[in-house]
Each structure stands twice: as structure tokens, then as C-alpha cells.
């Protein structure tokens, strides 16, 4: 992975930010996540309309936030679109950043957002079929808690 110091993107990452795939909403989605990072105020929010089988049939996403957050979520999203849950479940923040030929250091914090959508949709499917994901855990809705000591958070689910 790539992560340059300096404030440098990669053509990817202009790309994605420039020209953004699946913006947008789904009505009656399979489920919506919606994350934010209170540090920077930025939010974002995925939805899945998933199959019978499990499979991705279409995702959508909206952020309110910067360039890196925009280009993350477009990725993500081509990422797991046609993809099975277990795929988008295994998708992190790292292998969304590969596959824009990184992030600057500073940015890559914007890129939790992305994964933490993600996984927080999979939660609300999950909620609505009333079935378990392996290995998916409750989303947080501030991922700015996993960045600092976590000096303001009550007894919150973590491990
Ligand atoms: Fe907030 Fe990028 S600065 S997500």
C-alpha cells in the first residue's frame, strides 16, 4: 500500500472523487449504514438491496465530507457491487485504499468511514432478515472513537 506524507493523490483517487460511481440512494434498500466521524463532521451513508442468495444487487452511497471520503466510498461500493455479504464483510478500509493506489497519511482515517458504512449496512440487513452475520460486529456510529483514547465514550460494546 502506498501512503505518501505529503498531500498527494493518486489518478484513482482524483478519478473517484471527480466522477463518483453509484451516488445516490436506493429505496427500500436491504439495509442502510450511516456513520460519521465527529472529529471532522464528516458522514456517510451505504445502501444494499441484496438478494435472496445473499448477493449485492446494487449499492448506493451519499457522504458528506471530503475528497478522500467521496473517492473511498465510490470505490468501496465498486468493490462489493455483484459481490456476496461474506466479500463485503471481508472488504476493509486497506483494500479499498489499494485499490486506489493509497491515500496521503493524513487521509487515511477517511477511509474507515467507507468500511464502517459498509459493515454498519450489513448490520441493518442482518436486523431486518433477523439473521446473524459471521464475524460482523455492531457498528459504530462515530468511528472517531477508534482514532483517540477514548476519553468521552461510555462502556460501549468493544473488544
Ligand atoms: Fe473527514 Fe476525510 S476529513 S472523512
Same mark, same amino acid.
Given at each position: 500500500?502506498?501512503?505518501?506524507?505529503?498531500?498527494?493523490?493518486?489518478?484513482?483517487?482524483?478519478?473517484?472523487?471527480?466522477?463518483?460511481?453509484?451516488?445516490?440512494?436506493?429505496?427500500?434498500?436491504?439495509?442502510?449504514?450511516?456513520?460519521?466521524?465527529?472529529?471532522?463532521?464528516?458522514?456517510?451513508?451505504?445502501?444494499?438491496?441484496?438478494?435472496?442468495?445473499?448477493?449485492?444487487?446494487? $449499492? *448506493?452511497? !451519499?457522504?458528506?465530507?471530503?475528497?478522500? @471520503?467521496?473517492?473511498?466510498? =465510490?470505490?468501496?461500493?465498486? &468493490? $462489493? *457491487?455483484? !459481490?456476496?455479504?461474506?466479500?463485503?464483510? @471481508?472488504?476493509?478500509?486497506? =483494500?479499498?485504499?489499494?485499490? &486506489?493506489?493509497?491515500?496521503?497519511?493524513?487521509?487515511?482515517?477517511?477511509?474507515?468511514?467507507?468500511?464502517?458504512?459498509?459493515?454498519?449496512?450489513?448490520?441493518?440487513?442482518?436486523?431486518?432478515?433477523?439473521?446473524?452475520?459471521?464475524?460482523?460486529?455492531?457498528?459504530?456510529?462515530?468511528?472517531?472513537?477508534?482514532?483517540?483514547?477514548?476519553?468521552?465514550?461510555?462502556?460501549?460494546?468493544?473488544?
Amino acid at each position: 500500500m502506498n501512503t505518501s506524507t505529503k498531500l498527494e493523490y493518486s489518478e484513482k483517487v482524483v478519478d473517484h472523487f471527480t466522477n463518483p460511481r453509484n451516488m445516490g440512494s436506493i429505496e427500500n434498500a436491504s439495509g442502510v449504514g450511516t456513520v460519521g466521524n465527529a472529529k471532522c463532521g464528516d458522514i456517510m451513508r451505504v445502501y444494499l438491496d441484496i438478494d435472496d442468495g445473499g448477493f449485492i444487487r446494487d $449499492v *448506493k452511497f !451519499k457522504t458528506f465530507g471530503c475528497g478522500a @471520503a467521496i473517492a473511498t466510498s =465510490s470505490m468501496a461500493t465498486e &468493490l $462489493v *457491487k455483484g !459481490k456476496h455479504i461474506k466479500d463485503a464483510l @471481508a472488504m476493509t478500509n486497506k =483494500s479499498v485504499m489499494d485499490a &486506489l493506489d493509497g491515500l496521503p497519511q493524513v487521509k487515511i482515517h477517511c477511509s474507515l468511514l467507507a468500511e464502517e458504512a459498509m459493515h454498519a449496512a450489513l448490520w441493518d440487513y442482518a436486523q431486518k432478515k433477523g439473521i446473524t452475520i459471521e464475524g460482523l460486529k455492531k457498528p459504530k456510529s462515530d468511528i472517531h472513537e477508534d482514532e483517540h483514547d477514548h476519553d468521552h465514550v461510555a462502556e460501549e460494546e468493544e473488544d
